[in-house]
């Protein structure tokens, strides 16, 4: 039979799982089957070890804090009267122990390798307390990260969400996911999960990063329709703007073969679409009666400019990842902050182009 305040206590932990079950927190809920408490014979541990969960520390892991030593340590008489403390007392790190409070970490197909010793869990988290969130063993991600892993994190352009915020695990989940790489979405949606608005940059001087999500809804590139990796690299880059190839940024450039200002893009196109001679078959953007390499004129010969620095650059023309007319090309471009429009269209065998600063022209393909 239940006496009163048997009944009242049951209630009350009734009350408290039914909340904890409502936050879906079911570690907690586990845990409070556990009814972790501290036994007769850790209660004298802390006449020792006041240290290891005292609160001088900012977050201390529950039973360590309260008490409850001995669901990770046995501890023989010699120790625990101090007659002989060294080596009679067992440490048990095996992640199977976590485990029987916490949901397991190791359930989704991409496991971190991290994860497959079974000792694993220590490696990262501090089993009693520590000033970082979680416990970790580190004073930061990153840091933490960095023990087993040499990520360049720097280079000639970097990402923000690498270091800041809660930066490695804004994209990778420390234990196992359901995508490549641990990724927390398959890449490209992790990527459009924050390019899908304008974001305000910081690094490598401000600028307004326009949302590539939008850009995605005209014309896409199709080199850009697979994957944001075909062309960036996550982490940071010796390149501008993260890409795994040289890249000038600029709107005008003297084109070189050598020293290529767009050698991102012929990564996967061919250099020969830029060549005045032999070009009928090497771009669509000619003019045939004139015998003129459209691309070539306006990317090498400076659109007839004798100041060859002033060769356009792709991005004038062509958004990289997507634009609202046919060909990727752009409705409109910024000079100096300035607008230009340009209004493309295709017509038999080629197309005319209206720009703010110069009249309708027309290129044809054949005579
Ligand atoms: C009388 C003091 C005293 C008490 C009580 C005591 N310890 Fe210790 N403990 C020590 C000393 C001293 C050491 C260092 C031994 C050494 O040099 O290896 C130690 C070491 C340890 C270690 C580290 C062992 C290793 O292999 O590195 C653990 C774990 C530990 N104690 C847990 C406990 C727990 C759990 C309790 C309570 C059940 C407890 N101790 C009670 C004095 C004490
Ligand atoms: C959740 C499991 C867990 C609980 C609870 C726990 N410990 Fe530990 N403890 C460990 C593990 C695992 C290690 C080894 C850590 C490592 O190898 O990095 C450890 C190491 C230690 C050490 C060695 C020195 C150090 O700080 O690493 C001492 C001393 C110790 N524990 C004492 C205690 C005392 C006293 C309590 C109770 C107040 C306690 N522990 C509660 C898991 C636990
Ligand atoms: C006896 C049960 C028990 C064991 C064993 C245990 N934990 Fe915990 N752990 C808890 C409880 C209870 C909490 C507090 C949950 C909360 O605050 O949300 C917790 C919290 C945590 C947290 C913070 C979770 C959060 O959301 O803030 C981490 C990390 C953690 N434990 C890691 C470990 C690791 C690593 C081990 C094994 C070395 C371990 N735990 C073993 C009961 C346990
Ligand atoms: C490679 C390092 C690493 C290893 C190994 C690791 N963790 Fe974690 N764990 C983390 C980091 C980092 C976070 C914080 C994640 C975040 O901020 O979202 C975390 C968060 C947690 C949390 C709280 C949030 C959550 O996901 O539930 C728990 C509980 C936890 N870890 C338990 C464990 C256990 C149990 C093991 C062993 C099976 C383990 N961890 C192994 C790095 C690690
Ligand atoms: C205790 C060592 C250790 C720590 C700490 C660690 N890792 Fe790992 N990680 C490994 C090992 C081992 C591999 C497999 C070998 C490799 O790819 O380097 C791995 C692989 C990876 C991979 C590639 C997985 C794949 O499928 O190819 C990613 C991503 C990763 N870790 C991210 C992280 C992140 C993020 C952190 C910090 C939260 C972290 N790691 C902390 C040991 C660690
Ligand atoms: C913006 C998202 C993002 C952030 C933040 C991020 N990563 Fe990655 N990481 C990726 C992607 C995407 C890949 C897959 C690259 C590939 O497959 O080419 C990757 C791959 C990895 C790999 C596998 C090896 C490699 O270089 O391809 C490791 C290890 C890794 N990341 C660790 C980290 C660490 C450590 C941090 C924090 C310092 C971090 N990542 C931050 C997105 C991110
Ligand atoms: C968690 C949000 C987040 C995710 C996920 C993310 N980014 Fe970013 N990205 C940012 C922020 C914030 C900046 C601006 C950082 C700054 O300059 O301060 C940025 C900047 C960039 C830049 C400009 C870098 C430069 O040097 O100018 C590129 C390119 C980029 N991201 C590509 C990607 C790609 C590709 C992915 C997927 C692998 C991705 N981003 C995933 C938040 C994110
Ligand atoms: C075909 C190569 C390619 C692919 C694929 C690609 N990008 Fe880009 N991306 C570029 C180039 C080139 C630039 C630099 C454009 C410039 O200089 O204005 C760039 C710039 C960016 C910027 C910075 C824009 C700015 O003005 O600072 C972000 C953010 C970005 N890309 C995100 C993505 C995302 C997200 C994906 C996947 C949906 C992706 N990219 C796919 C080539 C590519
Ligand atoms: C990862 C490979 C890849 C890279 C890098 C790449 N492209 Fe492409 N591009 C493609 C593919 C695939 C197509 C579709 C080919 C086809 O339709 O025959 C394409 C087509 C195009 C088209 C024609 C669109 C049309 O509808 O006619 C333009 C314009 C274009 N790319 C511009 C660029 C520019 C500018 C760059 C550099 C910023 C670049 N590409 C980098 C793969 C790539
Ligand atoms: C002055 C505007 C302009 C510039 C600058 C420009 N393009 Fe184009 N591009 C076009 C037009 C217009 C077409 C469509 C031709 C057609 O099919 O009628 C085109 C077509 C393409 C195609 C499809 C294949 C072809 O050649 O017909 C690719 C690939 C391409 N451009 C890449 C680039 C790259 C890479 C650069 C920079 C090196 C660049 N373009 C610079 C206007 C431009």
Known sequence: MFSKT?????????????????????????????????????????????????????????????????????????????????????????????????DRKDDKPVVHPALMDEESCVSCHNPHASNQKYFLKEESVPALCSTCHDVNTHGNSQHGPVLNGRACVNCHTPHSGNYEKMLLKPAKDLCLSCHNKEIQATNGGART???????????????????????????????????????????????????????????????????????????????????????????????????????RSCKICHDPHGAPQAHVINSTWFMNGNPIKIEYQTIDNGGQCTKSCHATRQYRRGN
Not at 7 to 20: A, I, R
Not at 41 to 63: E, R
Not at 259 to 265: I, L, R
């Open 6 to 102: 048997k009944m009242w206590t049951c209630s009350l932990v009734l009350m408290v799982l039914w909340q904890v079950q409502a936050s879906g927190s079911e570690s907690l809920l586990k845990l409070l089957a556990h009814n972790i408490k501290a036994n007769d014979s850790d209660a004298v541990c802390l006449q020792c070890h006041a240290g290891v969960a005292d609160n001088t520390m900012n977050f201390i892991h529950y039973p360590a804090g309260a008490g409850a030593c001995s669901y990770c340590h046995v501890a023989k008489p010699e120790h625990l009267d101090g007659s002989n403390p060294a080596g009679s007392v067992s440490i048990n790190r095996k992640a199977e122990n976590c485990y029987t409070c916490h």
């Open 209 to 311: 990063i326009p949302n590539i999500q939008k850009k995605l809804e005209g014309t896409v590139h199709r080199g850009a329709a697979g994957s944001c990796l075909a062309c960036h690299k996550p982490h940071a880059s010796e390149n501008n703007r993260l890409l795994s190839a040289p890249w000038s940024t600029k709107t005008y450039n003297t084109y070189s073969d050598r020293d290529n200002a767009y050698a991102m893009c012929f990564t996967c196109h061919k250099t020969e679409m830029l060549k005045q001679t032999d070009f009928v078959t090497a771009t669509n953007f000619r003019n045939d009666s004139k015998q003129l390499n459209l691309h070539w004129f306006h990317v090498v010969d400076a659109a007839g400019n004798e100041d060859k620095s002033r060769g």
